[in-house]
Nanobody, 127 residues
Framework: QLQLVESGGGLVQPGGSLRLSCAAS????????IAWFRQAPGKEREGLICISRKGDGTTYIDSVKGRFSISRNNARSTVYLQMNDLNPEDTAVYYC????????????????????WGQGTQVTVSS
C-alpha cells in the first residue's frame, strides 16, 4: 500500500515561492502518476497539476499555469510542486495523490480516480 506524506507548506508573502514535497513509502513511486490538489476554505477540492510515470507534467488550472510546476525524483521517492509568484488566492490545503494508470503517459485531475492520498499541508499566502 502506497503511503504519501506532504511537506513544505507554511506562511509566505504574496509574490513569494514555496516548494512542496510528496514523499512516498510502502511501494515504488515509479509505478504511479502523482497529482496535486488543493482545497481552499469553503471551496471544493480542485486538481491542479499531474505528473505521469514517464515524467510529463500537465497543468489543469489556468490560474496556476506558468507559476506552478511539478517534478519527480523516483530515486528519492518524492514528487515536488514548485509554486512561484504566490497570491492570497493560492491559500489552501494542498494534497498529493497517486494512481496507477495503464499508460506511462496518462495523467488526470479527476479526484475520484486517485486511490492513495496524503494528509495535506497548509499553504497560507498573506502579508
Amino acid at each position: 500500500q502506497l503511503q504519501l506524506v506532504e511537506s513544505g507548506g507554511g506562511l509566505v508573502q504574496p509574490g513569494g515561492s514555496l516548494r512542496l514535497s510528496c514523499a512516498a513509502s510502502g511501494s515504488t513511486l515509479a509505478f504511479v502518476a502523482i497529482a496535486w490538489f488543493r482545497q481552499a476554505p469553503g471551496k471544493e477540492r480542485e486538481g491542479l497539476i499531474c505528473i505521469s510515470r514517464k515524467g510529463d507534467g500537465t497543468t489543469y488550472i489556468d490560474s496556476v499555469k506558468g507559476r506552478f510546476s511539478i517534478s519527480r525524483n523516483n530515486a528519492r521517492s518524492t514528487v515536488y510542486l514548485q509554486m512561484n509568484d504566490l497570491n492570497p488566492e493560492d491559500t489552501a490545503v494542498y494534497y498529493c495523490a497517486a494512481r496507477v494508470f495503464d499508460s506511462s503517459t496518462t495523467c488526470s485531475n479527476t479526484e475520484t480516480l486517485f486511490n492513495s492520498w496524503g494528509q495535506g499541508t497548509q499553504v497560507t499566502v498573506s502579508s
